[in-house]
């Protein structure tokens, strides 16, 4: 899926081994309205050219940022970047569960930004 404008465009990493989106999966599995609401923060994320302060954005570890949803007492979590061409490009979504990000969690987005920086075509 890819969120379109005259500036910005929000589009999903996909996974050079298997060239799906893991992100979509994620974000389609869950209920309606966690849904609508997560593609919602997308769209703010959008609107506001990839730069959103806290407590709607956190910035995770050199140029990746965490867009942060809650729903309830779920804290969903998912990690981003500015790429060439006004690109946000979605790197990994998750659940947080704890307190603190997990050093897994932020490993995945670091791969996947590598994956995309080394294979542009991944997040088309």
């Given at each position: 899926m890819i969120y379109n404008n005259k500036e910005y465009k929000v589009k999903f990493y996909r996974n050079s081994k298997n060239?799906?989106?893991?992100?979509?999966?994620?974000i389609d599995n869950?209920?309606?309205k966690e849904r609508t609401k997560v593609y919602k923060y997308i769209e703010v994320l959008?609107?506001?050219?990839g730069v959103l302060d806290e407590p709607y954005s956190r910035h995770i570890k050199d140029k990746i940022r965490e867009l942060?949803?809650?729903?309830?007492?779920k804290r969903y979590r998912i990690f981003y970047f500015t790429f060439i061409n006004k690109n946000i490009v979605l790197l990994h979504a998750f659940l947080k569960k704890t307190q603190k990000t997990p050093v897994k969690e932020i490993k995945i987005a670091e791969e996947n930004y590598i994956d995309v920086i080394n294979n542009p075509k991944l997040y088309e």
């Open positions: 060239n799906g989106s893991l992100i979509e999966k994620y869950l209920n309606i959008r609107t506001n050219r942060r949803i809650v729903f309830s007492s």
